[in-house]
């Protein structure tokens, strides 16, 4: 018999990254990639390391129907800049689309070609741009309400784990958007690619949105978390999401041997930003499934009909995942310290911006519409955690064989020989890639800032005091203290305002001290070595700090890496031999470790000062660059505020560029035995002793809230930064993979900084960056107590505004929006993005359920709460609002969202 070939179009062993790369580096233009059949699964598995090749030669007897799925992996920048990736989506890419939508509008219905694309470049296709036309929208708007083309749910891929829960709601309403617009149901399917794992808050919010159906496919190099081909995900909540991960990026023309259900879903992927595939190459796929399946159905459809069709099998059998899967790419957005501090801050000031543009409707304040730059502010931020952040090594270099293990390019160098390459701007195309993705991040925050700015002043303006003021808004539900120019601030209340007299910093210099004390802690710190010595509690008389660590309390540490380490990683990592693999997912040409071997180093000798702002006592201690150490300066400053139950910590490095494999920690080393780890991840908590899957990251996570770490008796400590996304347990986490590993030394440390790999992110970093951390103590965990509540604290600060001026009518104090409780947090009070009037929008963090009373705000006369998805979709009877107060019945770490009449 004839052999055939079959069309997966993405590469199932090689990742389209590399794919790209490899043409570029021959300077071959991309074209269509026919790959031969007998394709393997490269995905790891525990009992075959080699992958599981897919059948070509087993009849499927069971085999009923194959659904194809066509789609483009999508990524802004890493073929291109971001901004000629969006503009060649709205060219060529879908007057190609268009021709092949015209060419087989004749076939018969089920046949006809449909094009996938993610929600979001979906909407830039659409909108109106210089160069765009009316007749070209109108096309492409029939194509989409005929279902040729068609938007899964998600925007593109994603790092699922650092977006906010509600950023990541607003991320699913570009193709509802589209959907609603035109006339369409909301895709119940959602696709993302290349990143190898994800939090499992996505089985939750997807779940909780309408969506039964995951499809996620992993780029040809990396190890892929160990799990089923085919399995039933289960968010923090309960939601079973149906998920299936194919090794490659997309999963094959035929099913693996081992598929026993009626329907399979050939998920034909082409490489990063390709265009759709040829008109012929449509009815080549058909052709093929019908020479070796006669007798199987096939359609051309999309993910949602793949998902409506095997949910009618019966799926008992089918494997579920209850674990989460940190991803091992998540190291990426410390390359970029000051973007991923903005993006961190910009969310808590677009939920101000909106609550407060609410509670000037509930107390009949005129204020100016906001809701675009809201909408503008969210996008950008989303935009931020899109998975490329950069150009390809490709785009300087040429890729060679690799060499002990370490890849190789032609020319790429470091030290003095890169700096000299910095001059003739061979990179300035490279680095105009990171600028250009860190401008979302400043985008975002300059949309909202002003809004925020307009509504402070305007509350402040608004309350009933004479003369000089200050306003001190709390965007938590629950009544908080805070600190204002070095002053506490005692109960603000629940997502509300205090006014204060006004009052500017006062700071006095008291020389040079050791200590720092309050009625809670006591201090001792090491100048010379920059580290805290010592914190006792008072109250049990516990010492927090371990002082026998390698590393000191609070200490700056700097690594150096060597080909040693990287050899190793990517050995241990890194799932084919082609060279690519490790040049982009290590470091190319790096000497040997004999003559640069690695280091870790931290600065000494650091000058103090002690100062007192209002009833905020401070140690500041500063290292000047020290020639055999640390070349560039680092500052610590400790602060007590008054009699508050915690320690702030802020670190600044103020660090120049090196392409050399580098990363920057803080050391926080603290004294417990036998520790238990709880990590407080968006949505969720985590216990990275028992909840992670094989093949996802044990190293590094992203720290959604904050850490905590206790014994067996619940005695700890909490930790949270609002500017440090990144932390390891036990050992720094950088350049570091294996299956097995669970912290057991009482160590966290936060990545500050680093340039892990060579690809999608930055490739050096510099810039002086300052990031804040929180410390608190407590005698028995308790999860919405000693975790959630003052992780929020930290990561939610007040919003404050000062202004001179006659009195208002607003009274000097007053509540928002309540929680009856603390540690549920309300994540939107303002206009619905998906349709009329106003959204609330609560999610539960501690792991608890119970029945939840709401309380709103005085003057805003809502009577009804109509339980919506978290796309806005009705799925529940109204619920009557009595005295302000809704009750309802909140499950653990779910969402509730309301439209309120």
């Known amino acids: 018999m004839k052999r055939v070939t079959i069309i997966t179009i993405a590469l199932l062993s090689l990742s389209s990254h590399i794919f790209a790369s490899l043409i570029a580096a021959k300077s071959v233009p991309v074209t269509n990639k026919i790959i031969a059949k007998n394709e393997k699964n ?36 890493y073929t291109h800049l971001a901004s000629e990736t969006v503009r060649g989506y709205q060219t060529t890419t879908i007057d190609k689309a268009l021709v092949v939508v015209d060419k087989n509008k004749n076939l018969p219905s089920e046949q006809q070609f449909v094009w996938t694309i993610p929600g979001w470049p979906m909407k830039k296709i659409l909108e109106d741009w210089d160069g765009q036309t009316p007749e070209r929208q109108n096309r492409i708007r029939q194509a989409f309400k005929d279902g040729r083309f068609a938007a899964h749910a998600l925007p593109f891929t994603i790092q699922t784990e650092l977006l906010e829960p509600e950023a990541l709601v607003r991320s699913l309403g570009f193709a509802s958007k589209l959907a609603r617009d035109a006339g369409r149901p909301l895709p119940t399917g959602a696709k993302m690619t290349d990143v190898p794992s994800h939090s499992k808050i996505l089985p939750t919010l997807l779940k909780n949105a309408g969506v039964n159906f995951l499809h996620l496919g992993c780029n040809g190099a990396s190890t892929a978390p160990r799990v089923p081909d085919l399995f039933w995900w289960e968010g923090p909540d309960g939601s079973k999401l149906l998920t299936m991960y194919s090794g490659g990026y997309g999963s094959g023309l035929f099913p693996p041997e081992n598929w026993n259900h009626k329907v399979w879903l050939a998920m034909l992927m082409r490489g990063d930003n390709e265009g759709p595939p040829e008109p012929d190459e449509v009815k080549k796929s058909i052709d093929q499934i019908h020479e070796k399946f006669p007798d199987v159905s096939i359609r051309i ?96 270099a040429k890729y060679l064989p690799e060499k002990n293990g370490i890849g190789q390019v032609d020319n790429w160098d470091y030290g003095d020989k890169w700096k000299a390459d910095l001059k003739p701007n061979k990179f300035n195309r490279l680095i105009s890639s990171w600028e250009e993705h860190t401008d979302y991040a400043r985008n975002s925050s300059k949309r909202i800032e002003s809004a925020l700015k307009a509504n402070m002043q305007l509350l402040a303006k608004a309350v009933n005091v004479n003369g000089p003021r200050t306003v001190i808004f709390n965007p938590l539900p629950w009544k908080r203290n805070a600190v204002v120019n070095g002053t506490v601030i005692k109960d603000i209340p629940a997502g509300g305002y205090k006014t204060i007299a006004y009052s500017e910093d006062k700071i006095i210099v008291k020389g040079k001290s050791n200590n720092l004390e309050n009625s809670i802690f006591k201090i001792v710190v090491d100048s010379t070595r920059g580290t805290i010595r010592s914190i006792v509690e008072k109250r049990s008389g516990r010492e927090l700090v371990d002082g026998s660590s390698r590393h000191g309390f609070g200490q700056f540490l700097y690594e150096r890496f060597s080909s040693n380490e990287i050899s190793a990683y990517t050995k241990a990592y890194v799932k084919i031999k082609d060279a690519w693999g490790f040049i982009e997912l290590g470091k190319p040409n790096m000497p040997s470790a004999i003559d640069v071997p690695y280091q870790a180093i931290t600065p000494e000798d650091f000058n103090i000062k002690a100062t007192l702002n209002g009833n905020t006592s401070v140690l500041e201690m500063s290292s000047a660059p020290k020639k055999g150490r640390l070349n560039y300066p680092v500052t610590t400053r400790i602060s007590l505020h008054g009699e508050e139950p915690y320690i702030d910590i802020e670190i600044t490095v103020d660090k120049p560029a090196d392409p050399w494999p580098e990363s920057g920690w803080i050391c926080l080393p603290f004294n417990i035995s036998t520790p238990k780890f709880r990590v407080g991840r968006n949505g969720f908590i985590m216990d990275p002793a028992k909840d992670i899957v094989a093949g996802s990251n044990r190293h590094m996570y992203a720290v959604g809230t904050g850490v905590a770490v206790f014994n067996s008796q619940g005695n700890g400590i909490g930790v949270s930064s609002p500017d440090a996304p990144l932390a390891s347990l036990g050992e720094p986490g950088c350049w570091r993979f294996d299956y097995e590993y669970v912290p057991t030394k009482p160590i966290v440390y936060f990545n500050l900084f680093n340039n892990q790999w060579s690809t999608n992110y930055r490739f050096w970093n510099e810039g002086k960056w300052t990031y804040r951390f929180r410390i608190w103590s407590y005698e028995k965990y308790d999860a919405a107590q000693n975790l959630i509540t003052p992780s929020f604290e930290t990561k939610y600060p007040v919003e404050i505004a000062t202004v001179d001026g006659t009195a208002g009518m607003l009274p000097k104090e007053q509540s928002g929006v309540i929680v009856s409780h603390p540690g549920v947090n309300v994540t939107a009070y303002g206009q619905n993005p998906d349709g009329e009037g106003i959204i609330l929008r609560l999610w539960e963090q501690t792991g608890k359920s119970s029945n939840l009373t709401v309380t709103l705000p005085v003057g805003s006369k809502y009577e009804t709460a109509i339980p919506v998805n978290l796309r806005g979709e009705k799925v529940g009877e109204p619920l009557k609002i009595t005295n302000d107060k809704l009750p309802f019945f909140l499950k653990s770490y779910a969402p509730a969202s309301f439209i309120l009449k």
């Not at 409506?308 to 989460?324: G, H, M, N, W």
Request: net charge negative.
């Open 301 to 396: 459809g999309t993910l949602g009909d793949f998902g409506e069709s095997i949910l009618k099998e019966d799926l008992s059998a089918v494997p579920i995942v209850r674990e989460d899967m940190p991803d091992t790419w998540i190291h990426g957005p410390m390359c970029d310290p000051e973007g991923v501090r903005i993006s961190m801050e910009t969310v808590p000031q677009i939920y101000s911006t909106a609550a407060l543009g609410t509670l000037f409707k509930n107390w009949n304040i005129k204020n100016e519409d906001q809701g675009k730059a809201i909408a503008d502010s969210y996008e950008n931020n989303i935009l931020y955690f899109e998975h490329t952040w950069g150009g390809a090594m490709y785009w300087i």
């Open 42 to 77: 490269p995905r790891l598995n525990a009992e075959n390391k080699k992958g599981k090749p897919y059948s070509d030669n087993l009849q499927k007897t069971n085999l009923e129907e194959i659904i194809i799925v066509y789609k483009s992996h999508f990524d802004i920048g």
